[in-house]
């Protein structure tokens, strides 16, 4: 069967590369990965892989032989016709998206009528027709990603909706990739390259923007006394508005709002439109990180020479990611207001620990909480639900707890002795269930 199937190209094989030659390899093509970092390769070719994304390693050793990574893009072209590009695409300091990764594996693509630039990485709206403009016998269509860190391996088995952007032209082109997908059942979407690019810019914004929006209403409902678990429930059950992505906590991180709501943001106002809306969601979510300190500070009034646990690093669980992580911000404020910050996160520690030199970093979250003065949940790692709160609080030297993601049960963190604070929540509220992802 595998014979029939189309074989694929990637190019960068980076957290989304790396998934999506995985996936299409379990699906039964043959793939073909290209990155230029030779240690990378190496490294992927003897079967090591050095990110945390559940279910990734496993599907990679089960179809070790129909995946081949390489330096060479001769080799590349060579193996398959279809070629996806997830190179990443970072900030610039003026916070435009920096294409400059994207733009050398174009110029090192040949227009031979034969090849398809598939684009992955998440680009701004124009991209296409600009590389369209450059090389005009390239086939072009944009397929971004929808993939959530620690469910990836799912969502692209199980996709909400496939998004295929072709220009008149390349119809053929976005045949052949749909046909890729058919076998996964979500929904196919077709549109023209510069609409395929804003859904993708738009979806990642609306859903930062439902983010900050609760995280308003929990402030609020901090002032009126109300409780954000039940209002985000209740305004979840208007089919209109729906459940997901309305949990309350200390601000969304990660390696796509932030890049992309800033991106947006530049696009708009390179094309001369200000989007004010975004600005003010971009704005709530640094406050959102900062407002830990004052919570901190109603209990222990100044943090300087306190000693401050972060339960979690990682930007959320079941990843090691720490790009745009709310801890890393954290610590950074703790320490300028004195704290001594100690740490833990059973995933993403070594990696944390690159960036955050000067904080100290426990091998358990009671080793972290031993003697602290206070302590902040970060990442809702299960582990955390489980732990002997009662235990915990006679180990610290105060037992204070901001929990972060409103993670906890809160009548039973003051029942353990906890002086506790959520957002948008009080001691006394009963934990909700309100979906989150
Ligand atoms: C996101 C998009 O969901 C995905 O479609 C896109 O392709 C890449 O960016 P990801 O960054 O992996 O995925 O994580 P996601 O699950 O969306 O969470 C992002 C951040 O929002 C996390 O920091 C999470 O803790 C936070 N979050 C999420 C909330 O604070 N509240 C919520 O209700 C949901």
Same mark, same amino acid.
């Given at each position: 069967?595998?014979?029939?199937l189309e074989?694929?190209g ?10 999506t030659?995985a996936c299409f ?20 070719s ?7 994304e559940p ?20 080799e ?11 190179v990443?695409?970072?900030p610039?300091?003026s ?23 598939i ?14 403009r450059?090389k005009?016998?390239l086939?072009?269509?944009?397929c971004p990603?929808?993939?959530?860190e ?6 692209f088995?199980h ?10 032209g ?18 196919i979407l077709?549109a023209?390259v ?7 810019l738009a ?5 930062a ?8 209403i929990?402030?609020v ?8 678990g ?12 729906g459940?997901k992505f ?22 708009a106002g ?19 990180k ?10 222990l ?9 972060l ?6 669980p079941d990843t ?11 610590? #950074?404020?703790? %320490?300028? =207001? +004195?704290a001594?910050v100690? /740490?833990?996160d059973?995933?993403a520690?070594?990696? *944390?620990?690159t ?5 100290e970093?426990a091998?358990?979250?009671?080793e ?6 206070a ?24 037992p ?15 029942? #353990?002795?906890? %002086?506790? =604070? +959520?957002?948008?929540?009080? /001691?006394l ?5 309100a979906? *989150?992802?």
């Amino acid at each position: 069967m595998s014979e029939q199937l189309e074989p694929v190209g990637v190019i960068g094989v980076g957290w989304v590369g790396l998934v999506t030659a995985a996936c299409f390899a379990e699906l039964g093509h043959q793939v073909i990965a290209r990155d230029i970092v030779p240690e990378k390769v190496e490294a992927l070719s003897r079967g090591e892989i050095t990110i945390h994304e559940p279910g990734l390693e496993e599907l990679l050793q089960r179809n070790a032989e129909r995946i081949a990574f390489t330096t060479e893009m001769d080799e590349l072209l060579a193996g398959a016709r279809l070629l996806f590009v997830c190179v990443d695409t970072p900030p610039t300091y003026s916070g435009d998206a920096d294409l400059s990764r994207v733009r050398a594996v174009v110029e090192e693509l040949r227009e031979d009528g034969d090849h398809v630039l598939i684009m992955k990485s998440t680009v701004p709206a124009g991209t296409g027709e600009s590389i369209r403009r450059d090389k005009p016998n390239l086939s072009y269509v944009s397929c971004p990603e929808f993939l959530k860190e620690g469910t990836a391996v799912k969502d692209f088995m199980h996709p909400d909706r496939v998004v295929i952007g072709a220009d008149p032209g390349d119809e053929g082109a976005a045949e052949a990739v749909e046909a890729l997908y058919k076998p996964l059942g979500g929904e196919i979407l077709r549109a023209d390259v510069a609409s395929a690019e804003m859904i993708k810019l738009a979806s990642n914004a609306f859903l930062a923007t439902k983010i900050s929006f609760i995280n308003e209403i929990a402030n609020v409902c901090e002032e009126v006394g109300a409780d954000v678990g039940q209002v985000a429930e209740g305004m979840g059950l208007d089919e209109r508005i729906g459940p997901k992505f309305l949990k309350a906590g200390i601000g969304w991180g990660g390696s796509c709002f932030g890049k992309d709501t800033i991106a947006l943001k530049k696009l708009a106002g390179n094309s001369g439109y200000h989007f004010q809306l975004l600005s003010a969601v971009i704005d709530v979510n640094e406050l959102q990180k900062r407002r830990v300190v004052q919570k901190l500070k109603k209990h222990l009034d100044s943090l300087a020479g306190r000693r401050v646990a972060l339960l979690g690093l990682a930007f959320k669980p079941d990843t090691d990611d720490m790009r745009d992580a709310a801890s890393l911000v954290l610590a #950074a404020r703790l %320490e300028g =207001e +004195g704290a001594e910050v100690v /740490a833990y996160d059973p995933v993403a520690a070594e990696r *944390a620990a690159t960036l955050l030199d000067s904080v100290e970093m426990a091998t358990s979250a009671m080793e972290a909480l031993e003697g602290a003065d206070a302590a902040v949940l970060v990442t809702e790692w299960p582990e955390f639900a489980e732990l002997d709160w009662v235990a915990a609080a006679e180990r610290m030297a105060r037992p204070v707890l901001v929990d972060g993601r409103n993670f906890l049960d809160p009548q039973k963190l003051v029942k #353990a002795g906890f %002086e506790y =604070e +959520g957002i948008g929540r009080t /001691a006394l509220d009963a934990p909700r269930t309100a979906s *989150a992802s």
